[in-house]
């Protein structure tokens, strides 16, 4: 996928900065060693940055929602409210909700999900990560 090497692209600028910390949480959502459930990293792994909502609608903050998830819980993206403080998506979509809960039925990634392919270790991505960050 040509998105892949983003990661090794922001590790170089990291350096570059001399940044002594980054992170990459969405590639370890579909890591074989992840406790997200399956439905989850399959989604991680199936979905483009196109599939990428940026929305306050389910926290009332702007959260990177992936948009499949918000179909298969009944929703149309094109209603989703604008403007939704933290408090009105509480009382919408948390666990006390009778809706689609986020986090359990609607999911968040960020755009990396370019990157993720197919599921592999905690390993395996950290050696890929290092062999791009070393090609470039």
Request: glycine share 6%; proline share 5%; with cysteine.
């Amino acid at each position: 996928r040509p998105f892949s090497s983003c990661l090794s692209a922001i590790l170089t600028l990291f350096v570059a900065q001399q940044c002594d910390l980054g992170y990459a949480g969405t590639r370890m959502i579909a890591a074989t060693e992840s406790l997200a459930d399956q439905r989850y990293q399959a989604m991680v792994a199936a979905s483009t940055m196109d599939d990428i909502v940026l929305t306050r609608a389910f926290t009332g903050l702007d959260t990177n929602m992936l948009s499949p998830s918000i179909r298969e819980a009944g929703l149309d993206l094109s209603s989703l409210p604008p403007a939704t403080t933290p408090e009105q998506a509480r009382l919408v979509y948390s666990d006390a909700a009778l809706g689609p809960r986020r986090w359990k039925d609607i999911l968040s990634a960020g755009h990396s999900v370019s990157g993720v392919g197919e599921p592999c270790s905690v390993a395996e991505i950290v050696d890929q990560i290092a062999r791009e960050y070393a090609s470039t």
